[in-house]
């Protein structure tokens, strides 16, 4: 496992398009997490999974926004009719179950960063 | 409401000299604080965690509930210790909330 796999990396399109992307976990996290990071900002929290149910939704997610997790493995992050101000780095985290063995940490993927012309 | 405010977007310092990276919070509950740290084209990755109290490459945080803070030191700073820190607060209703970051540049 080479940890948090996010594809494709870079996607460049025309306002208006659809585009999608995909994140592969960690296998054995249960805890996935969606966030955007554009410039000079921290990570913003857009969504959370907790195996394929989607616990928590901010309301930066406007309704052309769409996340799913289908059987709590790898999840895709969607956004209808693209604007410019979607521009930005989509990052995916996982983390493990709590209990035994938690410890909070997030572990990224290296990102995937949309550029709406 | 949770926040988490990193007042410096930047800090530079030279090479020898003590480093600290400012972090407050707000948040009504028992927070869990944590910094991420992200090297040039590298992934975010956790530097160190409140709860364990442990030392990273040489920094220590330590969790200051009176004045809401969790600042990040180092004695003596490196030039590989150039990176993005970000302060994060969870994960409280699961999720995280992250700082705006500091740019820290440790200068020959």
């Known amino acids: 496992d080479t940890g948090v796999s996010q594809d494709p990396r870079h996607k460049i399109t025309k306002r208006g398009q659809n585009v999608t992307f995909r994140c592969d976990p960690i296998?054995?996290?249960?805890?996935l997490y969606w966030y955007r990071q554009t410039l000079g900002q921290g990570p913003e929290f857009l969504t959370y999974?907790?195996?394929?149910?989607?616990?928590?939704k901010s309301r930066l997610l406007s309704d052309r926004f769409s996340a799913e997790r289908p059987k709590g493995s790898f999840s895709t992050l969607e956004i209808q009719r693209t604007e410019q101000g979607d521009s930005a780095m989509y990052l995916c985290?996982?983390?493990?179950?709590?209990?035994?063995?938690?410890?909070?940490?997030?572990?990224f993927g290296e990102g995937s960063r949309l550029t709406v012309l | 409401a949770q926040r988490v405010t990193q007042p410096e977007k930047l800090l530079s310092v030279f090479k020898g000299a003590p480093v600290e990276l400012k972090c407050n919070y707000s948040?009504?509950?028992?927070?869990?604080l944590f910094w991420y740290v992200q090297y040039s084209r590298q992934r975010l990755q956790l530097l160190l965690r409140?709860?364990s109290r442990e030392s990273i490459k040489g920094f220590t945080a330590d969790l200051n509930k009176g004045e809401t803070s969790f600042h990040l030191k180092k004695p003596f700073a490196q030039e590989e210790d150039s990176a993005m820190y970000y302060c994060?607060?969870?994960?409280?209703?699961?999720?995280?909330?992250f700082g705006t970051g500091t740019r820290l540049k440790v200068l020959a």
């Open positions: 985290a996982s983390s493990s179950r709590s209990g035994q063995g938690y410890t909070g940490e997030l572990f």
């Open positions: 296998s054995e996290h249960n805890r």
């Open positions: 999974f907790q195996n394929e149910a989607q616990l928590e």
């Open positions: 948040y009504s509950g028992s927070p869990e």
């Open positions: 409140h709860i």
């Open positions: 994060a607060l969870g994960p409280g209703t699961y999720k995280y909330i």
